[in-house]
């Protein structure tokens, strides 16, 4: 089955600066990767995705890449905000839909 | 209106006792799932319904049953409750196919077990 792995387990990033995640997948017939924010006490909640035929999606400060060949995926944001501070989680989905998930990175942004 | 909504919202029982948790989506998607989230925050799928369908059932100990009466809900019950099942139960909904798109998930439903 697919095995999803996320590093770092913890970011600690200054106000302004950028952050970045780095995920990777086993299993090469997953074609979409969505990317979760997790809020204290929230479920998790989308905040961009992309498919396996695209190699790079941007939305405002957000951007994710997608590397197929390395079943390698990472997620940027630019201009940290103290609000963009949450656990995040990568996933890769099948073609059954099951959505396996990498452990998580909590993000600290210090203002 | 609530996309995703699961009930209870915090649930605190004692070891042995049987216990549900409720879930409904209003989004008309054909695909509903339960996850476990851990104390160390890791999500670990445990069952999906397509179309009150089992397809998903991963390697989940016998207590746990879920249920869907119909497409837009998909119950929980764990019978002969543990320590050990004490975490954060989220229930999530999708579509389902060759173009999977975004799982919504509810507010979760923290379970502790004394």
């Known amino acids: 089955g697919e095995n999803v792995e996320q590093h770092p387990s913890t970011l600690s990033v200054q106000e302004g600066d950028s952050a970045v995640i780095k995920c990777t997948y086993s299993?090469?017939?997953?074609?979409?990767f969505p990317w979760y924010k997790q809020e204290l006490g929230k479920g998790p909640q989308l905040i961009i995705d992309?498919?396996?035929?695209?190699g790079e999606k941007k939305d405002q400060r957000i951007a994710v890449t997608l590397n197929k060949t390395a079943k390698h995926f990472s997620l940027h944001i630019t201009e940290t905000q103290p609000e963009d501070s949450a656990v995040y989680f990568c996933?890769?989905?099948?073609?059954?839909?099951?959505?396996?998930f990498g452990a998580g990175t909590q993000v600290v942004v210090t203002p | 209106d609530t996309a995703v909504s699961q009930t209870p919202k915090y649930l605190v029982t004692q070891m042995g006792n049987d216990k549900s948790i409720k879930c409904e989506q209003n989004?008309?998607?054909?695909?509903m799932y339960w996850y476990k989230q851990d104390s160390k925050k890791f999500l670990k799928i445990m069952f999906s319904?397509?179309?009150?369908?089992?397809?998903i059932n991963e390697t989940v100990p016998n207590r746990f049953s879920p249920k869907s009466p119909d497409k837009a809900h998909l119950n929980l019950h764990i019978n002969s409750l543990e320590l050990g099942d004490s975490a954060v139960y989220f229930c999530?909904?999708?579509?389902?196919?060759?173009?999977?798109?975004?799982?919504?998930f509810g507010q979760g439903t923290r379970l502790t077990v004394v």
């Open positions: 999530a909904s999708s579509h389902r196919g060759p173009m999977n798109t975004e799982a919504f």
């Open positions: 299993d090469s017939a997953s074609n979409y």
């Open positions: 992309i498919r396996s035929n695209v």
């Open positions: 996933a890769a989905t099948d073609s059954w839909g099951k959505l396996q």
């Open positions: 989004l008309g998607h054909d695909t």
């Open positions: 319904y397509n179309n009150k369908e089992l397809i």
